[in-house]
């Protein structure tokens, strides 16, 4: 029996014409967490769950310019296909485009029917597994922060910031939100069935954030995924940018992306939880956060994967440049919140936005299994106001000191996959020498006159 005899397959579209669907958009991530896609009319879903949709591999090594950088397995190899099949269990109507409902597709490589090496969601499923062998099913919870802005064409961006009120962190309402966007925004996704909880403004003018409900690690990525897409998405509908950028403005702080973590076991239990040891973090729990800080400079990579992510570091920007813990303190990498019990969690508030969030889970999983296969301990909480560089170790400060930090961490980028690891290093290397290519205005501003 085919996939597309099934008698799930039928009933899928059964339901979806019964609701006026008639296409379906499959979605998938790429390496840097941009959604890719195809609209299959309804009638020939089932051979897209028979065959697969045919992409081309290079989807993977294809710049956000358009460059297709010559990767392992891509350019050399003749550019040959990956294969996307819609996973219906991911089926949900797109409450803004009437008609059409959407689902996130599997990939894989024709060639040995395995996942592509370069698959975000397949890497994910890989840490998982590895998780689950050491007895560890990791619960995440992703906090998102993103700027909104007006199309202002006669701008050199050609976008102006959607609001510029100062003051107005942790507040809701017009005062913050003259359009309502958030409102209109939060209705949306939570139509979108994508476990969105909350939102409020954020730091800076025209800055958000809105807070997705933890859950198992890859139906967290995959929400997380699906979040920026419909919030950039949705910007679009209204001609406006939505961007998840880390740093899009000189005189404005940069955006987050907070993961909480913890791990429960086979009974639901959390397995962070232990009133009787120090801070009441188990041994599980404290091997975790000693993991995390371990292999901090080459998480850093893939928390901070962009040439512009280390501009949102630095002292007084609640943005973590040193690695250390601390309990409930905001101003340490990894965050203990107070709350204990079934709550207890790390918090890793390295990453920016503009991580992809399956890598950044992943990454995150893999240095947390580590610490735990290891024993060791952390050091001693931060404590007090932290970024004073006497007391902890500075993370990396561009990104190609990052992604050599990758390249030498052995022990994670086995995890990771070296076929994973030597892509992703690849596509990150050519993006960082396109850069530095790059005249930039702030080089023209400094030095045309005056040399």
Known sequence: MSASDTPPVRQHMERLAAEGIDVVRVTYPDLIGTDRARDVLLDHLPAACDHG???????????????VVPVAG?????????????????????????????????????????????????????????????GLRPVVGPELEYF????????????????????VVYTTGLRADGDNHLLRTLRLLRDLDIGVSNGNHEFDGSQFEINLTHSDALDAADRAFRFKAAVKELARREGRLATFMAKPFNDAGGSGFH????????EGINTFQDPSAPHGLSATARHAVAGVLAHTPALTALANPTVNSYKRFGPDTLAPWLIDWGLDNRSAMVRVPPERGSGSRLELRLGDASANPYLLIAA???????????GEEPPA????????????ALLP???????????????LTELLGKDFTASYLSYKRDEVERFQRHVTDWEFTEYAYHL
């Open 364 to 374: 995150t999983l893999a240095a947390a299994l580590l610490g735990v296969l290891a």
């Open 74 to 134: 891509g350019l050399d190899a003749g550019l040959p296909d990956i294969c996307v099949r819609p996973d219906l269990d991911t089926l949900t109507a797109l409450p803004w485009e009437p008609g059409v409902a959407t689902c996130l597709g599997d990939v894989t490589d024709p060639a040995t029917g395995l996942p592509a090496p370069e698959s975000p969601r397949d890497l994910l499923r890989a840490v998982v597994d590895r998780c689950a062998e050491h």
């Open 397 to 411: 400060t561009t990104l190609p000191a990052a992604l050599d930090a990758l390249e030498a961490d052995t022990a």
């Open 53 to 67: 949709l045919a992409f081309c591999r290079a989807v993977y090594h294809t710049s956000p310019q358009g460059d």
């Open 259 to 266: 993961l909480h973590l913890s791990c429960v076991d086979d």
């Open 381 to 392: 909480p931060l404590e007090g106001y932290g970024y004073d560089t006497t007391r902890s």
């Open 148 to 167: 909104l802005c007006d199309a202002a064409p006669d701008t050199p961006r050609g976008w102006s910031r959607y609001s510029d009120a100062a003051g």
